[in-house]
T-cell receptor, first 110, second 114 residues
Framework: QKEVEQDPGPLSVPEGAIVSLNCTYSNSAFQYFMWYRQYSRKGPELLMYTYSSGNKEDGRFTAQVDKSSKYISLFIRDSQPSDSATYLCAKNSGYSTLTFGKGTMLLVSP | EAGVTQFPSHSVIEKGQTVTLRCDPISGHDNLYWYRRVMGKEIKFLLHFVKESKQDESGMPNNRFLAERTGGTYSTLKVQPAELEDSGVYFC????????????FGSGTRLTVV
């Protein structure tokens, strides 16, 4: 079983929709969970992070971690075409290493 | 503040040749990381430098890969000799402070071995 599992998509939604992106993880060691956004031909860009369980909100984005079910979620409200990108979930897996999911490609159509 | 710079952005080489990738981290960042994404797979950790020392190189696939970081500044990743399975996108990242959340990635070097 991979340490972080993520559906690659693509996920297509109309502008203004609420988007839900999800990951599961298997290793409960280490407690930071992150969402990265990656545009085509660019490197991953840190979008949000959470520590342990709970929710964290930043503008239109909400990150959620459910440790009991080992589930990581990112919600995007009022999605925009500029949100079209690949979204990668990640968690730390050591002192300084990150383990990534494969990424979900999101397409927001005008 | 300049970001993490990687070059070349794209390299096409023949199997058996040598390729050297370079990464310039954000100035003042002691931590430098190399990651790689092979097609269809997730981004995977290769190694971590703290200044000029290798902190963790557990992700390096084999001894054809050699990473160096001169004087704790820029880093190079050499693949010698390159094999077909080495094709992918090589990302460099740097951070200062809380390493779990402070990564800044470069745009990557797309390596194609033919």
């Amino acid at each position: 079983q991979k340490e972080v599992e993520q559906d690659p998509g693509p996920l297509s939604v109309p502008e203004g929709a609420i988007v839900s992106l999800n990951c599961t993880y298997s290793n409960s060691a280490f407690q930071y969970f992150m969402w990265y956004r990656q545009y085509s031909r660019k490197g991953p860009e840190l979008l949000m992070y959470t520590y342990s369980s709970g929710n964290k909100e930043d503008g239109r984005f909400t990150a959620q971690v459910d440790k009991s079910s080992k589930y990581i979620s990112l919600f995007i409200r009022d999605s925009q075409p500029s949100d079209s990108a690949t979204y990668l979930c990640a968690k730390n897996s050591g002192y300084s290493t990150l383990t990534f999911g494969k990424g979900t490609m999101l397409l927001v159509s005008p | 503040e300049a970001g993490v710079t990687q070059f070349p952005s794209h390299s096409v080489i023949e199997k058996g040749q040598t390729v050297t990738l370079r990464c310039d981290p954000i100035s003042g960042h002691d931590n430098l990381y190399w990651y790689r994404r092979v097609m269809g797979k997730e981004i995977k950790f290769l190694l971590h430098f703290v200044k000029e020392s290798k902190q963790d190189e557990s992700g390096m696939p084999n001894n054809r890969f050699l990473a160096e970081r001169t004087g704790g500044t820029y880093s190079t990743l050499k693949v010698q000799p390159a094999e077909l399975e080495d094709s992918g996108v090589y990302f460099c990242a740097s951070s200062q402070g809380q390493v779990e959340i402070g990564y800044t990635f470069g745009s990557g070097t797309r390596l194609t071995v033919v």
